[in-house]
């Protein structure tokens, strides 16, 4: 089933489930851009709907399983009131979502919603250092297999690059609309080198073989540069710095 399908149908299914409680259904991330890869990419789907008691959650179970089942992240399901009281705690992914959705069904309630910077700017640092103590912490599991080394950069990519433009604004910069350029542009800004990056988004896009990719020397390189962006923005934002 294609993707326009699939999306058709869980909207059809959340709606004949929640009725009139159902206020918006909202596609986001790189499914809402042109950037979006069936093979690497979620369809990542956010819900609004006036109430969420349990009852109400018991009533959208059969169409969140079979989103599930066909291999998407469960839908997110929000209240507008904690929509906008979680601004300051998500304000990462609701920045991204701001950024990058399309309204599937309903009222956009993102476009007016308030993200706090200074919270942005915390969580940046934090996610940075979480990811970089995941990605050492999943290599270490690996045994130094080739194959499944690729794998976790492949899996991970997506996480960092949203990061990068994530210090980008944190920094006072509007970063670039592509991931290429915002890799790039965050490569000079924190002093890193993009190219295993741009390694591993040719094999996304099928410009390259992973057969052609050494997977160990690649990753030395994506480490490398992951750990020297986290040092740079833990630096630049809590010096309260600027590019």
Not at 27 to 41: I, M, Q, R
Not at 144 to 168: G, N, P, Q, V, Y
Not at 176 to 203: E, M, N, S, V
């Amino acid at each position: 089933m294609k993707t326009e399908e699939q999306l058709t149908q869980l909207v059809t299914k959340l709606k004949k489930a929640a009725g009139g409680n159902l206020l918006s259904v909202i596609l986001y991330g790189s499914a809402a851009t042109d950037e979006f890869h069936p093979e690497h990419s979620d369809l990542n789907v956010l819900c609004i709907l006036r109430d969420l008691r349990s009852g109400e959650l018991t009533k959208l179970g059969a169409a969140s399983a079979w989103w599930a089942k066909r291999g998407h992240p469960a839908p997110l399901f929000f209240t507008p009131e904690e929509l906008r009281h979680s601004a300051d705690i998500f304000a990462i992914e609701l920045l991204d979502i701001k950024a990058a959705r399309r309204i599937l069904y309903g009222e956009d309630v993102i476009a007016s919603l308030d993200v706090p910077t200074d919270r942005h700017r915390m969580q940046v640092e934090r996610e940075f250092r979480n990811n970089t103590l995941r990605l050492r912490q999943h290599y270490v599991l690996l045994g130094a297999d080739s194959r499944k080394t690729l794998e976790l950069m492949l899996s991970s990519i997506s996480t960092f690059a949203a990061l990068f433009r994530h210090a980008l604004l944190a920094l006072g910069e509007e970063p670039p609309t592509t991931k290429r350029a915002t890799l790039d542009r965050a490569g000079l800004a924190l002093g890193f080198d993009p190219a295993p990056f741009h390694t591993l988004l040719d094999i996304r896009e099928g410009r390259k073989r992973r057969s052609e990719v050494d997977a160990q020397a690649t990753f030395d390189k994506y480490l490398h540069a992951v750990v020297k962006a986290t040092e740079e923005v833990d630096r630049r934002l809590a010096s309260g710095g600027s590019i």
